[in-house]
């Protein structure tokens, strides 16, 4: 049996990778129904489908810079069936902080939020 750290790890790579193929539709099983998503700019998108369009949304701009989220830590909950993610995310010049509420749903751990904070939005100077 996979430890709920490393399951939660294991799926964070996993959406790590389908955003960097822009597979949107494929992001859906990672959200609970009414997932709430705060990004970066601090703009609020209600409900799984609403995140998964925006997804699809980003990944239709020519520009779009696929975006990284590394965890730092998972913290389970007495009754295990709950999780919270915190860690770093990066997308081009621009990163940032977040953090993840995971719920074991049927066994499997979905995002029920996630909080994205931007903390620079320029790429770092060249001091070459």
């Known amino acids: ?11 964070r790579r996993l959406t790590n990778r389908l955003i960097a193929e822009r597979q949107a539709a494929r992001l859906r099983p990672f959200f609970v129904p009414d997932a709430r998503l705060i990004a970066g700019d601090g703009g609020l998108i209600l409900g799984a489908e609403a995140i998964v369009e925006a997804f699809a949304a980003q990944f239709r ?10 965890p730092d830590s998972v913290e389970l909950d007495q009754a295990g069936d ?7 995310w990066t997308a081009g010049g621009m990163a940032g902080a977040y953090m993840a509420a995971w719920r ?4 499997q751990w979905a995002i029920e939020s996630e909080l994205f904070i931007t903390l620079s939005d320029h790429a770092p100077a060249d001091h070459s």
């Open 61 to 70: 701009e020519p520009g779009f810079v696929a975006y990284v989220r590394t």
């Open 82 to 88: 709950r999780a919270a993610e915190t860690g770093r």
């Open 104 to 107: 074991k749903v049927t066994g």
């Open 1 to 11: 049996m996979t430890a709920p750290d490393d399951a939660i790890r294991a799926r």
